[in-house]
């Protein structure tokens, strides 16, 4: 279907329908999370508050890392209004469904049991104050990632909510995300039908990559997919895919251009050193191809047009790209913009909607 | 006739009983009493990969480690012209400063006699110690006119970014002295080899790597290295190259937006990769000529590759079937000798 019928306001959508996969919404500040904060939680977070890993020190080319005209008028960071994000997002580019990813730094506190109720009251925060009142928005569960068991039980718990439409962690965690440890994330994943996506995160213990830590911003949030590159070789090689084959993962705001040469990576190492991999049962590639998802932004530019189409062609497949707009962030790709002119109506629906909506299965 | 230059041969150190007669008699005495064994940071497995593991070992020693035998395989079954040696032995990994430079020192001395010495054909890298960077410094200047050096070498892996200011006078000695700088496979002994803590396999180490290379890449180029010393040139030595196009695209959109933060980068990020680095091809990522190809295409042309067929640990059974088929001869020769020959000015 190329037009969608949209009861907003009676008018009529005559682009194609827009699914945007990447939305950062903010808690505005520690004290908008207290009602959903366990009581007796409340004295421990005036006295002692957040305490995240520390070294990821990058002053953004913007306060909060957002688009300037971002900040509500209002009041409160980007991304913590729900009438704006409609005014700036959701009604100016006629998004039918959008994806929340909150950021929130409830899953790198240090301390774990602090993880798990932060998380947890964020969910319930994400329910009351964006699922319910925005029928359009859709969420993203997230976790205290570094205790796998304590994540299992807040991902079912949540996932009762069908408005919860996956497993959210950004990178850098601790271990490469393969890691049985993890596994009880995966499972509660798996069995509430629920995609695990992997998001461009900071740093939680390690320095950004196996070289120490950058200097500049730029240099930091360029390097930013190869860190998304070590978890997908991890989930891979420690044959998360054979021991869950229900699960699917989406890859967030890391770009793409990059998975193709990925790929062939890793398709090369899994034949050389096949006696350390038994379970690995196909190409690497091939799996990729048939679990893995991307999202657009942000999205790489060649100078040369023909290299953007070459990468699709290498990617392999039609159905593995998903529009996102990254809203607030200042990299933010606009629909009806990033894509490049040229594609295909078809692959442009799939692009901006149809893969998304198998994915989540809207 | 474009030379033949295997562009990466890893000249092996057996044991340190191999560096001893290298070493003053104080280090002499420290190492044979502590027994201290450097590793090799590449970390690579015990068995060679298929093609290779037909290759002859010495009487003594592991594969790799004696010249009469790799020069058996290089020049004489593959008729090599030059071959390029990498040495991995893991200076890096020791944390006494001193202990590694006079480490460092004995390498470089070791392969001048034992390999330099016994094959007109070889070349070396200056293999220079990490920890500190006046004394790789030092190192260099003084392997650096000595005949048959062609390149200085650092692990890929370290500490902190090699684009730090502390690093510039070793890379300005460097771009001054005309050689250029290797990062290979190895290093960063005792911290995680990816950005998320300590994988599982060798797998995921040799596709992490590739990362430890775009990092360091990202570095020399943010930190001004290659404004400032125009004339250094890198050499990215096992660690693939198929992900230098994306890295180019992705580096040059984001200084667009983010250039304030680093003035002095006064280029487009992929202007200074694609003129002052070069890269080894093997082990080879794109499997297909098409592949291989269409990567080529994205760089603007093939002239930074070299082939480097990491003997002892080959996986291809000879230069000629180092690629695969359906690469235009021109394209091979290029990539089998004619880039190497401009780049070490052999």
Redesign the interface.
């Given at each position: 279907m190329t037009e969608t019928l949209v009861a907003t306001g009676a008018r009529r959508r005559t682009r194609p329908a827009v699914i945007d996969c990447d939305i950062h919404n903010t808690v505005p500040a520690p004290a908008a999370l207290l009602p959903y904060l366990p009581r007796e939680w409340h004295d421990y977070e005036r006295e002692i508050g957040s305490r995240i890993y520390h070294g990821y020190l990058y002053?953004k080319?913007a306060p909060n890392a957002a688009r300037r005209d971002a900040w509500p008028p209002t009041g409160g960071p980007p991304g913590s209004n729900l009438p704006f994000l409609r005014e700036q997002l959701l009604d100016l580019y006629d998004i039918e469904l959008g994806v929340l990813n909150c950021l929130h730094d409830g899953y790198r506190q240090m301390n774990g049991r602090y993880s798990a109720v932060l998380t947890a009251a964020v969910n319930d925060w994400q329910v009351a104050e964006w699922l319910d009142p925005e029928p359009r928005l859709r969420a993203s569960i997230v976790i205290p990632v570094q205790d796998a068991e304590a994540a299992a039980g807040e991902i079912r718990r949540c996932a009762r909510d069908p408005r919860f439409v996956q497993v959210l962690t950004a990178?850098?965690?601790?271990?490469?995300?393969?890691?049985p440890r993890y596994w009880p994330i995966y499972a509660a994943a798996a069995e509430c039908g629920l995609p695990f996506a992997i998001h461009y995160g900071v740093a939680v213990?390690?320095?950004?990559?196996?070289?120490?830590?950058?200097?500049?911003?730029?240099?930091e949030?360029?390097?930013a997919?190869?860190?998304v590159?070590?978890?997908v070789?991890?989930l891979i090689?420690?044959g998360v895919f054979q021991r869950f084959p229900t699960l699917n993962v989406a890859l967030v705001e890391g770009?793409f251009?990059?998975l193709?040469?990925?790929m062939?990576?890793?398709?090369?190492?899994?034949q050389?050193?096949r006696v350390?991999?038994p379970w690995v049962d196909r190409p690497p590639s091939e799996i990729i191809r048939e679990r893995v998802k991307v999202t657009t932004q942000?999205i790489?530019?060649?100078?040369?047009p023909r290299?953007f189409w070459?990468?699709l062609e290498?990617l392999g497949s039609d159905d593995m790209l998903m529009f996102a707009t990254d809203y607030p962030h200042?990299?933010f790709d606009a629909p009806g913009q990033a894509l490049p002119n040229g594609l295909s109506r078809e692959l442009e629906r799939k692009i901006l909607a149809d893969n998304a909506r198998a994915f989540y299965r809207f | 006739m474009p030379k033949l230059v295997d562009a990466n041969v890893h000249a092996v150190v057996a044991s340190e009983t191999v560096l001893l007669p290298y070493l003053s008699a104080h280090w002499r005495d420290y190492v044979t009493s502590s027994g201290v064994r450097a590793p090799d940071t590449a970390a690579y497995p015990r068995s060679l990969p298929p093609a290779a593991r037909a290759e002859p070992a010495p009487e003594a020693g592991l594969p790799g480690s004696r010249a009469e035998h790799a020069a058996r395989t290089l020049f004489d079954n593959w008729s090599v012209d030059v071959a390029v040696l990498n040495c991995q032995y893991g200076v890096s990994a020791i944390h006494n400063a001193d202990l590694a430079a006079a480490l460092a020192a004995a390498v470089n001395d070791w392969q001048v006699e034992e390999w330099l010495a016994v094959d007109p054909r070889f070349r070396a890298a200056i293999v220079v110690p990490n920890q500190e960077p006046e004394d790789a410094l030092r190192e260099l200047e003084r392997c650096a006119t000595r005949t048959g050096f062609v390149q200085a070498l650092l692990p890929v892996r370290s500490e902190t970014p090699y684009g730090k200011r502390r690093w510039h006078r070793f890379f300005e000695a460097a771009a001054e002295s005309e050689l250029p700088v290797a990062l290979c496979l190895g290093g960063g002994y005792g911290m995680p080899t990816s950005s998320s803590g300590w994988p599982s396999f060798i797998s995921e180490e040799h596709v992490d790597v590739s990362q430890a290379a775009q990092s360091q890449l990202l570095s020399l180029v943010t930190e001004g290295v290659f404004e400032r010393f125009p004339r250094l040139r890198v050499v990215i030595v096992e660690c693939g190259f198929a992900w230098l196009p994306s890295l180019l695209w992705r580096f040059d959109k984001n200084w667009k937006a983010l250039r304030n933060e680093v003035p002095w980068v006064k280029r487009l990020p992929s202007e200074y990769l694609l003129e002052q680095v070069w890269l080894t091809t093997h082990p080879l990522e794109p499997a297909t000529a098409t592949d291989l190809l269409d990567t080529i295409d994205m760089l603007g042309g093939a002239d930074k590759l070299l082939w480097g067929s990491n003997y002892p640990r080959y996986d291809a059974p000879s230069p000629q079937a180092a690629f695969p088929p359906g690469v235009p001869d021109a394209v091979r020769h290029e990539l089998l000798g004619g880039n190497a020959t401009r780049l070490y000015q052999l």
């Open positions: 002053p080319l990178i850098r965690v601790h271990e490469p995300l393969g890691k213990a390690n320095p950004p990559t196996a070289t120490g830590w950058p200097s500049y911003y730029l240099e949030h360029t390097g997919a190869l860190a590159q070590t978890h070789a991890s090689f420690e770009g251009a990059w193709p040469s990925l062939w990576r890793l398709d090369r190492y899994w050389e050193y350390e991999l942000p790489e530019e060649p100078p040369d290299h070459k990468v290498q200042w990299d | -």
